[in-house]
């Protein structure tokens, strides 16, 4: 068995909060920024290929931008959409995936019996499981354009992640310079990795 992911040695460390006040135009140059892939290779086949990005509020206020064009928002809803977002990610991390199989019957993120066990994971060791994982019903033009990985061949799926540890600490804390997204389970091993600046 192979994994493959994103190569984690040659990012730059990631500024969570927005860098700058983004314009629809600069979607997809964030999007990708704040997304990572990762494929698991065994004999001649891949159980496993998968992409994710973080919701990040630098991934979100480019988000808010596109989608406030693409609506046509005027400045009171757009102002309510970047709120949302922002209430969002103090409720959790959140991730949107794409995952394809080899074999449908193990695109199962969303059942309680699944193969995968899917955790977050920090620099310093810490790991939390999801709180929340949901398949997304229909996928609609409105994913596929934000999320353009998203092809026929993948489910597309929602993650969110508790931001304390079970024994209350923060999982996110001054020392932690990296996210890493991993999912394991007995067809094989695979991880994606956010460098991130310490907070």
Known sequence: MILVGGCSSTQQPLALRAERAYRAADYDRVMWRWTRNARIFRSLNTPLRAYATLQA????????ALRGKMFHLNAQHRKALREQL?????????????AATRDMRYNDFDRA?????????TSDRQQVDAS???RVRPISPIWTQFYPYTTEFYQLYMLKFPRQLPDGRPLLRENVNELVLRFDGPLGHAAMTWKIQSQ
């Open 57 to 64: 509020p630098d991934f979100s206020d480019a988000y808010a």
């Open 86 to 98: 922002a209430r969002r990610w103090q409720d959790g991390f959140d991730f949107v995936v794409a």
């Open 132 to 134: 929340e994982i949901r």
């Open 113 to 121: 019996n699944s193969v995968w066990r899917i955790t977050l994971n």
